[in-house]
Structure formats: structure tokens, C-alpha cells
């Protein structure tokens, strides 16, 4: 299995394998497949030119995408955009952006282009995904999809590396940074992430006493391992669970 914590592969046997009949290879546009030998077994991993591109192959169930169409991925994304007009509830409203803040053109636009965040947090929320990245040549973990994870996402671990992404299996949470402001390979199109409609008003309206009476109206637990939550983690929490 692979490990997040640095992603080091170990000693690469890929020009020592001799193809035979029971090695497949798959044969994928726009993708780059690679095979790795460990504990004796050839595992393929995919690679992938944008990390839109990686979720939609893996994630767009009802798509019938063809990976073999180099067309197919832009058509999907085009097909998305359209429906966030004539499907405005379930492609849009449903997510509950605040449209001062990420309008439904933001987003459109975003899925014209690759990498772009604004479509990187907008698949992030159809397909109920915190989306993390590891940027191999620095070392480095980032939280590309929101400012915090969200406990109702599935978590996706996507490794950077010579260009390409690919998918692995777990991760450092320890290592996890969500500042993306030096991230060159992602075009931050939108300033921050604060582009929901919430429950509450601003932080700053609220005494601690107050957000304690309100979790408890809402059934939301105060203490964590026996300590009292922090403000700022009570205050998302009850957005969280009541926006």
C-alpha cells in the first residue's frame, strides 16, 4: 500500500520488467501509465494532467466517460457548466455558495480552463471530496478543497510529481497545511474560501457562552477528550452541521 508520509517509492524496477502475456498496459489518451514492482506484484498507477481531470475519471460515475475520447473530458465539463443555468438547484443552489462570492459565472468560467480552484472546490462539493496534495518535490501536504476538513467528505490523496498527478492511498494528516498562495501548478481564482451562506453571522458577533447554548440546542458536543472546543472550532462546527 502506498504511504503519503513523504511517498517514497523505494528502488524503481519499471526498465527491468520484461512484458509477458499475463502484463497488462493500459493504453489511455492524455494519461500516463507507469508499473511498479512491489512485494513481487506489478501495480499500475495512473497519471493524470489536471486534477480535474483526475476526479471526473474517477468520481463522474454517471458520465459513461471514455478515457480513450480526449474530446470526452472537456465535453463533460462543458455539460457541467451548462446545467449549473438549466439545473440551478441541484447544480448550484444545492451547495449553498453565496453568490456575491462565488456566482454561478465564476464557476462556469473556472471549468473552461485546467487547475483552476475555483473548479477544483466546486468538485470538491459534487462529489463530497476533501481533496489533499502532496507536492512531491517539496515535500509538502496542502488541503486544496476548503480552509478546514470537512467531516461529511471523503478524503482524496493526490500526489504532484514531474507534472502529473495520481492518486495513493493515506497520508500525514499531521503535515497538513491549507495554505495554497505559493502553489503554482493551481490558479487561485477565487481570494479565499469563505464563499458559503452560514448558519451564524461573523465570529465576532458571538461570546463563547453563546455558541456553547446554541450547540447544545443542536445537539453539538463542547467538549473534545474532555476539554472545552476552542471558539473558532465550535463556531464551524455548528456552520457545518446547520448550514
Known amino acids: 500500500m502506498e504511504k503519503f508520509d513523504n511517498v517514497s517509492y ?48 474517477n468520481y463522474d460515475y454517471n458520465s459513461a466517460l471514455d478515457k480513450k475520447c480526449s474530446l470526452n473530458l472537456n465535453n463533460i465539463k462543458i455539460d457541467m457548466a451548462s446545467k449549473i443555468d438549466e439545473d440551478q438547484e441541484n447544480y448550484y443552489n444545492k451547495f449553498k455558495y453565496n453568490s456575491r462570492k462565488f456566482n454561478k459565472n465564476k464557476i462556469q468560467s473556472g471549468l473552461q480552463e485546467n487547475n483552476n480552484l475555483s473548479t477544483i472546490v466546486y468538485l470538491s462539493d459534487k462529489y463530497k471530496l476533501n481533496i489533499y496534495l502532496h507536492i512531491k518535490k517539496e515535500n509538502k501536504n496542502v488541503l486544496v478543497s476548503s480552509k478546514k476538513e470537512n467531516v461529511n467528505k471523503t478524503a482524496l490523496y493526490i500526489v504532484f510529481e514531474n507534472g502529473k498527478y495520481h492518486i495513493v ?25 469563505d464563499i458559503y451562506i452560514t448558519y451564524l453571522k461573523a465570529i465576532s458577533n458571538y461570546k463563547l457562552e453563546e455558541l456553547h447554548k446554541i450547540a447544545k440546542e443542536n445537539d453539538i458536543e463542547i ?20 448550514s
Open 10 to 57: 523505494g528502488k524503481e524496477y519499471t526498465k527491468d520488467i520484461r512484458e509477458s502475456n499475463y502484463v497488462q498496459t493500459l493504453n489511455l489518451d492524455k494519461e500516463t501509465v507507469i508499473k511498479k514492482v512491489v512485494k513481487e506484484k506489478v501495480i499500475k498507477v495512473t497519471k493524470y494532467n489536471s486534477i480535474e481531470e483526475l476526479i471526473i475519471y
Open 223 to 242: 467538549l473534545n477528550n474532555g476539554k472545552r472546543k476552542t471558539k473558532s472550532i465550535l463556531y464551524d462546527e455548528i456552520n457545518v452541521k446547520m
Open 169 to 193: 492511498d493515506e497520508m500525514d494528516h499531521g503535515l497538513v497545511t491549507s495554505d495554497i498562495s505559493k502553489l503554482s501548478m493551481i490558479n487561485c481564482n477565487i481570494s479565499n474560501y
